[in-house]
């Protein structure tokens, strides 16, 4: 049975820093595609980091800079270092896992407010 399990969401001050891991259980990991979403309410689900071909990494515009993604095929784990948060950054963030199939986490919220 594969499972994602997303840790480390909280609520946290404009400037602050979280760092989410996300799990992994079920699935040969390092054959997979890592990466980040996250849905903020009212809003359509957004890709905000990901691992590219190569070991190279992307990020959508709005992050770029201020997150990084990075995995251990050890600890079969993905995390998200956030840093400089803002309120806009305020949602559910998921991971996922793909190979062919996508697989999600159930999500966890981070909640950027003063």
């Known amino acids: 049975q594969v499972q994602l399990v997303e840790s480390g969401g909280g609520l946290v001050q404009p400037g602050g820093s979280l760092r989410l891991s996300c799990a992994a259980s079920?699935?040969?990991?390092?054959?997979?595609?890592m990466g980040w979403y996250r849905q903020a309410p009212g809003k359509q689900r957004e890709l905000v980091a990901t691992?590219?071909?190569?070991?190279?990494?992307d990020y959508s515009d709005s992050v770029k800079g201020r997150f990084t993604i990075n995995r251990d095929n050890a600890k079969n784990t993905v995390w998200l270092q956030m840093n400089s948060l803002k309120p806009e950054d305020t949602a559910v963030y998921y991971c996922?896992?793909?190979?062919?199939?996508?697989?999600w986490g159930q999500g966890t919220q981070v909640t950027v407010s003063s």
């Open positions: 079920g699935i040969a990991f390092s054959m997979f595609a």
């Open positions: 691992f590219t071909s190569g070991a190279g990494r």
């Open positions: 996922y896992a793909q190979r062919g199939v996508r697989y």
